[in-house]
């Protein structure tokens, strides 16, 4: 059949609160404009991130209570080591409260002072967690991932010849070389496994270990399975053994591709490396065997990993954000394509061309999109990444963006069609648009909790 549904019932629901428009704009100006000022229970779909939001599955629930909450040796960590080990292969598995918590055991040991580490796009965390180590971020994404409508299979693909001659000039700074699968930054984009493997040569190469940062890694080998010629017949579990086989190791944020609300873990098959980490866990998370994690949660995440390998919800979770992008498409709307994996992202600066970067077209999108319809959207451009020089002047990021996150099966077809509705009509009034300015802000992360004014 040509519909593709979604491949669950729904057993347990939380209802959705309607507002008035007049009540939104109200709302909104309260919190200075800024959406994450909002309460959850005023927005009417939420699309702020897919991290952490997933509707966890009957089994997993099971899990909950089946977890095993012993301090040391708990059952639920064997599950969840174990099912870890079967999918990537790695020999250390190191449990962590969410993704940038293994980022940060991480970094504070291989990071530091002169240290440079490269990936195709960091995730701000790990950019965060690597530059507070006093270690650089670098960034060698393809040329093609860096053009928001140029059509291609794997725009999240690192530029393998840059490595090499970054690796060829820096191969004493680096401590490892990292690859974000898919990639977030991006767009969402997928990475190819002749990329993977080709950054993994390089770097075995210069004698650098190779880690994924592997939050989407099902959705990646979804792209794999159906865009990368030789892989049309293999299972997604083959695909990622593959994807993972060429890993030295991994961070994960399990909130992404293990459907669970909190969790993540380290993976490396370095033994000495491994034990470093622990020292740190011990410390900052917790023991081995729980790391900052309930039992219940390793039991949840060992049961996402197993859910999520299921090719028939991928095919449902990729062509519900490719559905997303052809109504938009259709509708004259700009955005990144092709769609990426977990989220669709509207080009605002084409979206509203009358609005300069330095007046913020994405949170004017953004607050648009809440307005018309109660979306909450997260802007990714200025406002997220805009610096300023020393004359005050804003130096803005290369793409004005806003980035509608899709939560995991938490959301059916009417849902995304109401959000295609939404957007459409802002699009078509986009005359209205007004531009913004920010009236406070904190000297860090300042998309969190600045406050703005419309012009
Ligand atoms: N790496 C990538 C590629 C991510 O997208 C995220 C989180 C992290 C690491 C950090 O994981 O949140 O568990 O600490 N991304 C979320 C997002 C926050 O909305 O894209 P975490």
Redesign the pocket.
């Known amino acids: 059949m040509k519909t593709i549904i979604e491949p669950f019932r729904i057993k347990s629901i939380e209802p959705i609160y309607f507002t008035t428009e007049t009540e939104r704009k109200q709302k909104l100006a309260e919190v200075g404009y800024n959406l994450f000022g909002l309460k959850a229970e005023d927005v009417i779909i939420d699309l702020l991130?897919?991290?952490g939001t997933s509707a966890m599955s009957a089994m997993q629930w099971a899990g909950i209570m089946n977890g095993d909450e012993s301090y040391a040796g708990s059952r639920s960590f064997y599950r969840f080591e174990e099912t870890i080990k079967k999918i990537t292969g790695l020999d250390y598995i190191i449990p962590t409260h969410?993704?940038?918590?293994a980022?940060k055991i991480l970094f504070s040991i291989v990071g530091g002072e002169g240290q440079i580490i490269p990936n195709n796009t960091h995730?701000d965390?790990?950019r965060a967690n690597i530059e507070f180590s006093g270690a650089q971020a670098v960034d060698l994404l393809n040329e093609n991932g860096k053009k928001p409508d140029f059509i291609a299979d794997f725009k999240g693909n690192m530029d393998v010849e840059k490595l090499r001659d970054f690796l060829t000039e820096n191969a004493e700074k680096v401590p490892l070389v990292m690859l974000?699968i898919t990639n977030?930054s991006g767009g969402g984009q997928p990475v190819s496994m002749e990329n993977i493997r080709q950054v993994s040569e390089v770097s075995k190469t210069f004698g650098k270990p190779f880690f994924l940062?592997a939050?989407?890694f099902a959705e990646n080998a979804y792209f794999i399975k159906t865009r990368e010629k030789g892989y049309e017949k293999k299972t997604i579990l083959e695909i990622c053994q593959e994807m993972f086989s060429y890993a030295d190791g991994m961070?994960m944020?399990a909130?992404?591709d293990a459907l669970v609300n909190i969790g993540?873990f380290l993976a490396l098959n370095d033994g000495v490396l491994a034990q470093k980490c622990r020292n740190v866990l011990v410390v900052t998370e917790g023991f081995p065997t729980y790391g900052g994690l309930a039992g219940r949660d390793l039991e949840a995440i060992a049961q996402g990993l197993e859910e999520i390998l299921d090719e028939n919800y991928l095919q449902y979770r990729i062509r519900t954000i490719e559905y997303l992008g052809e109504k938009l498409t259709k509708a004259g709307v700009p955005l990144i394509l092709p769609t990426g994996g977990h989220a669709v992202y509207l080009d605002a600066s084409k979206f509203c061309k009358e609005i300069p970067s330095w007046q913020f077209p994405g949170q004017s999108i953004a607050c648009a999109l809440y307005i018309k319809g109660g979306i909450r959207a997260c802007e990714i451009g200025s406002v997220m990444f805009g610096k300023y020089d020393e004359d005050g002047k804003t130096i803005s990021p290369d793409l004005e963006l806003v980035r509608l996150?899709i939560p995991r099966r938490a959301y059916t077809q009417s849902h995304i069609d109401y959000v295609a509705e939404v957007i459409i009509e802002v699009f078509e009034e986009r005359a209205n648009l007004r531009p913004f300015a920010i009236v406070e802000e904190p000297p860090l992360l300042r998309h969190f909790t600045a406050k703005f004014q419309e012009l």
């Open positions: 991130t897919d991290s969410q993704g940038r918590a980022e995730f965390t790990t974000t977030n940062d939050c989407r961070t944020s909130k992404k993540g996150a």
